[in-house]
């Protein structure tokens, strides 16, 4: 199953957002197949403020738990988490059209 993630940021957070930075990109790595997109959303002066992410896990339980372990979450970074399933539609691999 297909899940999109947003994470929005807590305000005033950056410092910890860039001190975290290097062991969120190692869970994600870790992660493996898990991740399927991820990036930081930025604001109008290009600086982030959240986090959207697609990932594949068995349900929505093991999305939550999935985001629980990331760095960012276990740091207080996120203001709010929010995951829906998803599905890929345009520019899908072709297994998934």
């Known amino acids: 199953m297909l899940l999109h993630i ?12 860039k ?3 290097p062991a969120h990109l190692e869970f994600i790595e870790a992660s493996g197949e898990t991740v ?5 959303l930025l604001d109008e002066d290009g600086n982030p403020k959240g ?3 697609i990932i594949e896990c068995a349900d929505q339980g093991a999305a939550e738990q999935w985001v629980a ?7 207080g970074l996120f ?8 599905n890929w539609t345009i520019g899908a691999p072709e297994e998934r059209t």
């Not at 947003?6 to 957002?17: I, M, N, S, V």
Request: charged letters at 35%.
């Open 19 to 21: 001190e975290t930075r």
């Open 51 to 53: 986090s959207v992410l």
């Open 6 to 17: 947003y994470a929005k940021d807590k305000q005033g957070e950056f410092e910890l957002r």
């Open 69 to 75: 372990l990331d760095p960012y979450s276990r740091a």
């Open 79 to 86: 203001e709010s988490v929010e995951i829906h399933p998803w």
């Open 36 to 40: 399927k997109l991820a990036g930081p």
